[in-house]
């Protein structure tokens, strides 16, 4: 006997599972199971992906649907790991708990360099390992070292195609290939989905403006992200629009979307803000934006790419100086949606939807920064980045880079090309620490 575990935290992830499936991409199992976790900061609060609107569409794909929460409750499916002389432990209580005898097991998991994933990939110790991308995370380095004992067993990275033409750099590190998931069976699933959420209002060709719950990551303050979506708000309506929908995140507070309506009503501009958590996928069938406005959320990609609706973005230039520390997962899809889509308050641009870079530049754009957020990861990087930055660093390259960390690793940019040499010299690196920490007890 065969059996398939995928794992899914979110209605769209388990949309991408569903398109592979119908696509192929999947060897015949003789049971498939859904492994459902529910990764919010308070899970008891917060619907489970099994009980989101639509997901009864998806539910046929597999023979059964259990719950990593209630397998490892107390515990919460992100802070929980099986330390190592408890893991057969694990499996066989697993094996028991979701009948799978002596079964073969392969897994389909997400975001396997973190917890839930890597602990379920640990647990099943001899499974094949088949990744799944989570929006545009999939096309930046790994964030952080994976064991080799769960690395190598990774087969390949299967993602959807956003950004036609750019190459995923995560897991390369193991030599795990790329597969592109169909885009025509991607969106035939969403199809699927687009007349779930009933209550939703209907409202034609509107501005939709996506919300990500950016303070909760401790991106921006709760002040900053509320003024973040007034500007969305505020740039939308420059551009001629009258009628706004906002989508806020599931987990985002409710005083973000009344800072949001009493700006509305002094603009004069006719405010729908959803209550209903679907996705952004199911508006842009059931609304046909006339604008879709965002920071750097996925689904700008997703209307752009699979749906050809307009986009716009905001804020991407305040989060690529934000961002902290320089190899912060959100680096990558912050610098592709900055460098691919219009900026809002470019209405020449947003306009035309010109895009600032081809896939080719965006590419050795990505390269580089990958390298400089993860140099330990993906070493070989290193001579690409080089003349990368030696070419193209110019006034509106120098957004996606830090001086400071370009100096730490000796690369064009830092400090003059004739000192180069000492941000790798050890013994220079031990008498700055010594200079900075003589010039604290000075300062005391």
Excluded at 178 to 189: H, L
Aim: charged content about 25%.
């Amino acid at each position: 006997m065969t059996t398939q575990i995928f794992m899914a935290s979110t209605l769209y992830g388990t949309a991408t599972l569903a398109a592979a499936l119908d696509a192929g991409c999947f060897d015949a199992a003789d049971r498939r199971i859904l492994l459902v976790s529910n990764n919010a900061a308070t899970p008891e609060t917060a619907p489970s992906v099994d009980r989101m609107p639509g997901f009864e569409r998806l539910r046929g794909r597999f023979d059964d649907v259990v719950s990593w929460n209630e397998a490892i409750s107390p515990f919460h499916p992100g802070g929980w790991a099986p330390r190592t002389d408890d893991v057969p432990l694990w499996e066989r209580y697993l094996r028991l708990a979701w009948g799978l005898g002596d079964d073969d097991l392969a897994l389909a998991v997400e975001s396997i360099q973190v917890n839930p994933a890597l602990g379920v990939a640990q647990i099943f110790a001899d499974a094949p390992v088949t990744v799944y991308a989570d929006g545009l995370m999939s096309y930046g380095p790994t964030r952080n070292k994976i064991d080799p004992l769960v690395g190598t067993r990774v087969e390949r990275l299967l993602h959807l195609d956003l950004v036609p033409g750019l190459r995923p750099l995560l897991l390369t590190e193991f030599g795990v290939e790329p597969e592109v998931v169909p885009t025509a069976a991607f969106t035939k699933v969403l199809a699927e989905l687009v007349d779930t959420g009933a209550e939703l209002p209907e409202v034609e060709e509107p501005a939709l403006l996506l919300g990500q719950y950016l303070s909760a990551l401790n991106i921006l303050s709760a002040e900053q992200e509320e003024k973040l979506h007034v500007r969305m708000l505020k740039g939308a309506v420059d551009l001629g629009h009258t009628r706004v929908v906002f989508k806020p995140h599931p987990s985002a507070p409710a005083r973000f979307t009344r800072v949001l309506e009493t700006e509305a009503e002094q603009l004069g501009v006719d405010l729908t803000v959803l209550d209903t958590p679907v996705l952004a996928e199911v508006l842009y069938q059931r609304m046909r934006p006339a604008l879709v406005v965002g920071c750097f959320s996925t689904g700008l990609l997703t209307a752009s790419a699979l749906y050809g609706l307009p986009v716009a973005r905001t804020g991407t230039d305040t989060l690529l100086e934000r961002l902290t520390p320089y190899e912060n997962s959100n680096r990558v899809p912050v610098t592709i949606v900055d460098a691919l889509l219009p900026e809002l308050t470019d209405r020449a641009a947003v306009h035309e939807q010109r895009a600032s870079m081809d896939a080719e530049a965006l590419g050795d754009l990505v390269r580089a920064v990958g390298f400089a957020m993860q140099p330990k990861i993906l070493p070989q990087l290193r001579p690409e980045a080089e003349r990368y930055l030696a070419r193209h660093l110019d006034a509106r390259t120098w957004r996606y880079f830090k001086k400071k960390r370009l100096t730490s690793l000796g690369l064009p940019g830092g400090v003059p090309a004739q000192l180069s040499f000492l941000p790798r010299n050890a013994t220079v690196r031990r008498f700055a620490r010594k200079a900075r920490s003589l010039k604290r007890v000075v300062r005391r």
